[in-house]
């Protein structure tokens, strides 16, 4: 599978996820489709990184596009989720990508000093948390550990990158849930554990085709980029008119 795929896979789940969120806010079904949205921009986000870590200019260049994705996003984001217009208690995903790749950036500049790549990491998926931005700590964590793995998939056969994929998810998902638990103790980890378990199915099942990832980035055309590129507000600039029209009214 390429890269074209996994994007195009990224923006139908995402939208499922937030139409649900919207106008379906019982179906297990369209929220579980959503999990797929997140797991696969993080793999997105430390396969750009793989391939940008030495070319500087692109990097700033990514990161002042995220920063611009959160300027123009967080309000219909609000708007989307809650109904407000300014509402800090959640933000929006691009901050954690922001934060992801941020780290990387950040930490790559400290290659032999895994100490310090360690803190950096540690205290970006802090950052995460404390701003409230969606997928928290464990977010920025899962696109680390999709660097890392990715640095080394291709010399894997797909039963070890299987293996591998599932390690990280079974690492990421209590992580995730004790995030969502406010870390409220064993008793509100648990009781989030058991009423996501659904969403512990669909992570582990995307193990299977992130495995068969080929490093191929597959169609390109400058039609395509732009799309993925700006498909995250615009989708939710049409969220916000449904929810005004058909939703708050």
């Given at each position: 599978m390429t890269s074209f795929v996994f994007k195009i896979i990224a923006m139908v789940t995402m939208v499922c996820d937030h139409i649900g969120t919207l106008l379906f806010?019982?179906?297990v079904a369209l929220r579980c489709i959503g999990r797929?949205?997140?797991v696969i921009y993080a793999f997105l986000m430390a396969e750009s990184f793989r391939?940008?870590?030495d070319r500087p200019d692109r990097i700033t260049y990514h990161l002042q596009k995220l920063s611009l994705l959160i300027l123009v996003t967080e309000v219909p984001y609000d708007y989307v989720e809650t109904?407000?217009?300014d509402n800090p208690s959640t933000q929006t995903a691009a901050f954690t990508l922001l934060l992801g790749f941020g780290a990387?950036?950040?930490?790559?500049?400290?290659?032999d000093n895994w100490k310090t790549q360690a803190l950096i990491y540690l205290s970006a998926a802090a950052a995460s948390y404390y701003i409230r931005s969606n997928f928290k700590l464990a977010g920025v964590l899962l696109i680390v550990a999709f660097f890392y793995y990715l640095q080394q998939f291709e010399h894997l056969s797909v039963p070890r990158r299987m293996l591998w994929l599932l390690a990280i998810m079974l690492a990421y998902w209590p992580i995730y849930i004790l995030g969502l638990s406010e870390f409220g103790g064993v008793q509100a980890w648990i009781d989030t554990f058991v009423r996501r378990l659904p969403w512990l199915a669909v992570h582990i099942a995307l193990v299977v085709p992130l495995a068969c990832y080929n490093g191929q980035l597959g169609y390109r055309s400058k039609a395509f980029n732009f799309v993925y590129s700006w498909f995250y507000p615009l989708?939710?600039?049409?969220l916000s008119l449904v929810r005004f029209f058909f939703v708050a009214g």
């Open positions: 806010p019982d179906s797929c949205a997140f391939h940008l870590r109904g407000s217009l990387l950036a950040l930490a790559d500049r400290f290659r989708h939710f600039a049409v």
